[in-house]
């Protein structure tokens, strides 16, 4: 079955530094891993994703990394801001026949970019 | 990109009654999924309502309690039934347009803030 683990839950940095949040899968299946972006009161937005025929993504200042022999995946931001303050989520999807497909999420990690 | 309208966006609700939320979007979508996200949780798929089908539950989710329609391809409802205040919690909806782990990703509402007392 799925499930992910996201590490660290809470991460604090000075602006300017990067941040790296990391993921583990267990569901060899999976081909779809993509991050989100959670701000106070709002709804998941997609920051950036990465497809398993890819190892890496880069889109500005935030990076994706996917290894699928180990099962893990890492968000990188580089010269953060306190703009880039909030929760983000990674996910592992799969498609489980047909039209039906499951993202499983991670349970989160806080960033908090000190100016 | 698709625009997410959920409503209502928060409510208060007194327990044993039933809250209907909907979820409308701004273009024609295959994929319409609900969550729950418990506060400072993680997100948790509680159904996927394809249009043309019965939703799909996930384990520990069932119709009676969380009873979905998908009458076309812009709309969706979720009712949670006869609330308890274990229900609070954050309702998401999310879309996607085709075949989701191709080539577009999901999108999500702002959420519906569900407090039961």
């Known amino acids: 079955g799925e499930n992910v683990e996201q590490h660290p839950s809470t991460l604090s940095v000075q602006e300017g530094d990067s941040a790296v949040i990391k993921c583990t899968y267990s569901d060899s299946a999976s081909n779809y891993f993509p991050w989100y972006k959670q701000e106070l009161g709002k709804g998941p937005q997609l920051i950036i994703d990465i497809r398993s025929n890819v190892g890496e993504k880069k889109d500005q200042r935030i990076a994706v990394t996917l290894n699928k022999t180990a099962k893990h995946f890492s968000l990188h931001i580089t010269e953060t801001q306190p703009e880039d303050s909030a929760v983000y989520f990674c996910a592992e999807g799969v498609k489980r026949g047909g039209s039906n497909y499951k993202l499983t999420f991670g349970k989160g990690t806080l960033l908090t970019v000190n100016p | 990109s698709a625009v997410i309208s959920q409503k209502p966006s928060r409510d208060i609700c007194q327990r044993g009654t039933s809250l209907t939320i909907q979820c409308q979007v701004d273009?024609?979508?295959?994929?319409m999924f609900w969550y729950r996200q418990q506060p400072g949780q993680s997100l948790t798929l509680i159904a996927t309502a394809n249009q043309g089908s019965e939703a799909t539950y996930e384990s520990g989710f069932v119709i009676d309690k969380f009873p979905i329609s998908r009458p076309n391809l812009t709309f969706s409802t979720l009712t949670v039934s006869n609330m308890s205040p274990e229900d609070s919690s954050i309702y998401l909806c999310?879309?996607?347009?085709?075949?989701?782990?191709?080539?577009?990703?999901?999108?999500f509402g702002q959420g519906t803030r569900l407090t039961v007392v």
């Open positions: 273009s024609q979508v295959t994929m």
């Open positions: 999310s879309v996607a347009m085709a075949e989701l782990f191709l080539n577009t990703e999901a999108f």
